[in-house]
T-cell receptor
Framework: DAKTTQPTSMDCAEGRAANLPCNHS???????VYWYRQIHSQGPQYIIH???NNETNEMASLIITEDRKSSTLILPHATLRDTAVYYC????????????FGKGITLSVRP | DAGVIQSPRHEVTEMGQEVTLRCKPI?????LFWYRQTMMRGLELLIY????????DSGMPEDRFSAKMPNASFSTLKIQPSEPRDSAVYFC???????????????FGSGTRLTVV
């Protein structure tokens, strides 16, 4: 699986949009971009995934650049409960593909 | 659905003792994964199963670790003998395999916090 690069940490104000960047310059054509988050003391939680089109669900939006070398996870109205470590992962779908976690980015939402 | 269920939530044991961690995946999920998380190494994949068969155990740190999946609804991770450096949070996750469902990734349990003293 291709590797990803994320900043170590960032913060944002409650109620504002949080834009979390991720670089994946070596991504292959059959690899998807996944985002998970891990709130303190809990297991990781799936947020969203995409291949090349922008995606949106009830939790977040995922914007993937046209060359697919980077993406941004957007939490439109961050709350204190969104404080967590966010992992950007590139993974090929297939019977034996694996989800490999990096260090992620720590998002702190301030009141 | 109750999600992925792990037991126990916390385990404290003495060095040299055998430890068994348990996991019940989501019904209908064909793939099961065991991860370990420490501050130093982050989340590491130890082993995963497809249809109860171990596919890749390259992440298992050494022979003291073993995992089994006797049926589709139960898996165990055993450490024998345990050592202080095994102290970590162990997560189990499950995923549907094949079809559109497989694109949605894994559902993780709440983890077992293991402390070996």
């Amino acid at each position: 699986d291709a590797k990803t690069t994320q900043p170590t940490s960032m913060d944002c104000a409650e109620g504002r949009a949080a834009n979390l960047p991720c670089n994946h310059s070596t991504i292959s054509g059959n690899e998807y971009v996944y985002w998970y988050r891990q709130i303190h003391s809990q297991g990781p939680q799936y947020i969203i995934h995409g291949l090349k089109n922008n995606e949106t669900n009830e939790m977040a939006s995922l914007i993937i650049t046209e060359d697919r070398k980077s993406s941004t996870l957007i939490l439109p109205h961050a709350t204190l409960r969104d404080t967590a470590v966010y992992y950007c992962i590139v993974r090929a779908t297939g019977a034996n593909s694996k989800l490999t976690f990096g260090k992620g980015i720590t998002l702190s939402v301030r009141p | 659905d109750a999600g992925v269920i792990q037991s126990p939530r916390h385990e404290v044991t003495e060095m040299g003792q055998e430890v068994t961690l348990r996991c019940k995946p989501i019904s209908g999920h064909n793939s099961l994964f065991w991860y370990r998380q420490t501050m130093m190494r982050g989340l590491e994949l130890l082993i995963y199963f497809n249809n109860n068969v171990p596919i890749d155990d390259s992440g298992m740190p050494e022979d003291r670790f073993s995992a089994k999946m006797p049926n589709a609804s139960f898996s165990t991770l055993k450490i024998q003998p345990s050592e202080p450096r095994d102290s970590a949070v162990y997560f189990c996750a499950s995923s549907p395999r094949g079809g559109l469902g497989a694109l949605y990734g894994y559902t993780f349990g709440s983890g077992t916090r293991l402390t070996v003293v």
